[in-house]
């Protein structure tokens, strides 16, 4: 059974730092690749980072550059977004998934497969 299941996410003051992880097990990296999407209330869901192995290309959307690191651990299947000088506008729901990266495309990333974790708040208060 594919199963992704994120932590990592809290309260944390403007300028913060947290680091999302997701675990993933039921297939490995070979078959798919994790990226991360966030959603804010009111808003619609949007692609914050992907990393794709094969290509070695890393996809961040723009309001993150700079600031949010992805990252792999092959041994543990887990995948990390180190989300450094937080601001008020990072605050949503992060979701990790399974989706189909390629950063010199104009999607750059999309879903890929329907495996989603269950999403962690992360809240920064200013």
């Known amino acids: 059974e594919v199963q992704l299941v994120e932590s990592g996410g809290g309260l944390v003051q403007a300028g913060g730092s947290l680091r999302l992880s997701c675990a993933a097990s039921g297939f490995t990296f070979d078959d798919y690749v994790i990226g991360w999407f966030r959603q804010a209330p009111g808003k619609e869901r949007e692609g914050v980072s992907c990393?794709?192995?094969?290509?070695?290309?890393?996809y961040y959307t723009d309001s993150v550059k700079g600031r949010f690191t992805i990252s792999s651990d092959n041994a543990k299947n887990t995948v990390y977004l180190q989300m450094n000088s937080l601001k008020p506008e990072d605050t949503a729901v992060y979701y990790c998934a399974t989706v189909d990266c390629a950063p010199g495309s104009p999607y750059a990333i999309r879903v890929l497969g329907g495996y989603w974790g269950q999403g962690t708040q992360v809240t920064v208060s200013s």
């Open positions: 990393f794709n192995i094969r290509e070695q290309g890393t």
